[in-house]
């Protein structure tokens, strides 16, 4: 099967802490992109990063970063000195067939409080 | 703000109904995918047209259709509505169809609320 695991359900943090966010996928292709996105409270889904199976050098981006591993399947993603504009649910996604469609992960809903 | 705009944000009708969800992709763009998101199955791929052609399908009831028109914008037209079919129904484009690498953007939502 090609899906997506993301087994954390919620995770709780105070502000300034850093978090992880794991994802862990499976699929058939020797060839793929992962996605992760962020749905904030107010509902939109926002593209956040895409990695392909060449580059599993780490990605930083500002507070943001990706740790891509093909020997565990996983990807996971760091936030360091979480904000709570940080606050919201984050889906890690895999494309299929070709980017016709995309396969979501159950999410992971990150509450940062004050 | 994607690009994608989404029409009507809110929706809220009875069981029985007929509703049409409408999206404008970013310009550009050729392909449109609609997806559905409810508490119980979570975020769902239901189709993807590119340029007006249908090009895959997901897990989309015989009841639910769609179309992209010449002008790229498309529909997704729910009809004999159950109140089961309450979610959040996204649209997203991107570029191309298969063999790229490119992303989906996402537009903001219709929520649909079946009474």
């Known amino acids: 099967a090609q899906k997506v695991t993301q087994a954390q359900t919620e995770i709780s943090v105070v502000e300034k802490e850093d978090v992880t966010l794991d994802c862990v996928y499976e699929?058939?292709?020797?060839?793929?992109?992962l996605f992760w996105y962020k749905q904030p409270p107010s509902g939109e889904l926002v593209f956040l990063i895409r990695?392909?199976?060449?580059?599993?050098q780490n990605e930083i981006s500002g507070r943001y970063s990706w740790n891509f591993q093909k020997s565990t399947s996983s990807f996971n993603f760091t936030i360091t000195a979480s904000q709570v504009v940080d606050s919201a649910v984050y889906f890690c996604a895999l494309p299929l067939y070709g980017f016709q469609k995309l396969v979501f992960g159950t999410g992971t809903r990150l509450l940062v409080s004050p | 703000d994607s690009g994608v705009t989404q029409t009507p944000k809110h929706l809220i009708t009875a069981t029985g109904q007929r509703v049409t969800l409408r999206c404008s992709p970013r310009?550009?763009?050729?392909?449109v995918y609609w997806y559905q998101q409810s508490l119980d199955q979570g975020l769902q791929f239901l189709i993807h047209?590119?340029?007006?052609?249908?090009?895959a399908k997901g897990n989309i009831l015989e009841r639910f259709s769609a179309q992209q028109f010449p002008d790229l914008h498309s529909e997704l037209n729910l009809s004999s509505l159950e109140l089961g079919d309450s979610a959040l129904y996204f649209c997203a484009s991107s570029l191309q169809t298969s063999g790229g690498a490119d992303t989906q953007y996402f537009g903001p939502g219709t929520r649909l609320t079946v009474l």
């Open positions: 310009s550009g763009d050729l392909s």
């Open positions: 990695r392909n199976s060449f580059d599993e």
């Open positions: 699929t058939r292709d020797t060839t793929y992109y």
């Open positions: 047209y590119y340029n007006g052609e249908e090009r």
